[in-house]
């Protein structure tokens, strides 16, 4: 029997800052995220990732989040919508939620919060949740049981190479530095000696990759990144 695949979630908001947390913190959650910085993007993003909910902020450089749920509505697309905004007027809120919104959340916030009203907001639609884990093209990894996957097959790791695995799973697509790598996944400075770094890519190498297209990716004089085989 196949997995159900990771619930999509668009996040839309013009501050890098945001969306950088949002991201994190959902791919953790286990869910497959895109973003789009503009309201014109948002629309497009929404009829080609096809989301199963839309985090929305209001305030954007183009169309402003209650305009973009509007047209969204009088296309039919019934898509759960959150709104995430630091406009926190009653008029506000009630406005998206007469326009069809399905919950507003307030900045500044927490990301905690986010995540419970997201799995809210599915419940009510009747959208099923994944179970924990994070997945990537055929990768897959689960955290309840500790255990990864290639193609279906039972990759063992290390703690320290599934820690590692896990870092890049939830920054899928991002290029990570040495550093960022050694201080998320070691948790202290090696002065320098940034060779634990290649040598424990080169052992996620030889297990994830190993006879299959490449997923682990060097950028020459930048660091690692977890990308899709060039087809």
């Known amino acids: 029997m196949s997995a159900m695949r990771p619930r999509r979630i668009l996040v839309v908001d013009d501050e890098d800052n945001i969306v950088f947390l949002l991201t994190a913190a959902l791919r953790h959650f286990g869910f497959h995220v895109r973003s789009a910085p503009t309201g014109r993007r948002a ?65 500044p916030f927490s990301l905690e919060e986010v995540v419970a009203r997201i799995h809210a907001a599915l419940r009510r ?55 960022q790598i050694l201080d998320h996944v070691w948790e202290y400075d090696f002065e320098g000696r940034s060779t634990v770094v290649e040598t424990y890519i080169s052992y996620l190498r030889k297990k994830i990759d190993a006879d299959k297209a490449p997923l682990i990716h060097t950028i020459r004089g930048v660091g690692y990144t977890l990308r899709q085989p060039k087809s």
Do not use: C, W
């Open 43 to 107: 629309l497009d993003e929404v009829h080609d990732f096809a989301p199963d909910l839309v985090l929305l902020d209001v305030m954007l450089p183009d169309l402003d989040g209650f305009e973009i749920l509007r047209r969204l509505r009088s296309e039919g697309v019934e898509t759960p919508i959150v709104f995430l905004t630091a406009r926190d007027q009653l008029e506000d809120k009630v406005r998206g939620l007469t326009l069809g919104g399905d919950d507003y959340v307030t900045k």
């Open 125 to 179: 639609n009747g959208t099923p949740l994944r179970a924990s884990g994070l997945s990537f093209a055929d990768l897959e990894m689960d955290d309840d049981g500790h255990v990864v996957r290639r193609a279906g097959t039972v990759v063992p790791l290390s703690p320290t190479e599934y820690k590692l695995l896990r870092f890049l799973l939830l920054n899928a697509g991002r290029v990570l530095s040495r550093e």
